[in-house]
């Protein structure tokens, strides 16, 4: 019987990535949760939104480089429609830009996961190179020892008594 160990070390692995990319993100598709979320948000990196004078809007605005009527425009929930606009907002919330498409409506949790693993087979297990992809083993010396590792744990066999052994 094959090991399965590091299959489910890479499944792990790909889970916690998908996790901290999307975390959050699948809670606000509607314009009006959107702009609840922005509120938030705002509030939490110290921005004052709680009245039309209270000037955390006009510091926010001046901070991102968004201008007041636009930032206005998405607390209230009424999303741009040019995608770069929501660029410049996740640089200025410190949101990873794939939450922020997410959350705007642009983009399903799906459509996201999609577009951020195209080489992974739907449904099928990942070759060695598409894991190494996955977990970030750039240095070509470390992506051999990767792959090697892993078809020499594809070959493992476990006998009843619990031992494994390279298959012949």
Do not use: C
Not at 39 to 58: C, F, K, N, V
Not at 118 to 133: H, K, V
Not at 152 to 167: V, Y
């Amino acid at each position: 019987m094959p090991n399965y160990r590091l299959a489910r070390y890479i499944s792990t692995m790909k889970e916690s990535k998908r996790r901290a990319t999307t975390a959050h993100a699948s809670q606000a598709s509607t314009p009006a949760e959107f702009g609840r979320w922005l509120a938030s948000r705002l509030e939490t990196l110290g921005y004052d939104i709680s009245g039309p004078r209270s000037g955390g809007r006009s510091k926010f605005a001046e901070a991102s480089g968004l201008s007041p009527s636009t930032v206005g425009r998405l607390l209230k929930g009424d999303l741009p429609t040019d995608v770069r606009l929501l660029r410049t907002l996740a640089e200025a919330v410190r949101t990873p830009y794939p939450e922020i498409l997410v959350r705007a409506g642009v983009l399903t949790s799906a459509e996201l996961q999609a577009v951020q693993r195209p080489t992974a087979p739907p449904g099928g297990p990942l070759t060695p190179e598409q894991a190494a992809d996955e977990l970030g083993i750039d240095d070509p010396a470390e992506r051999r020892v990767f792959v090697n590792l892993t078809e020499t744990l594809r070959r493992t066999t476990t006998h009843d008594d619990g031992e494994q052994q390279l298959a012949d």
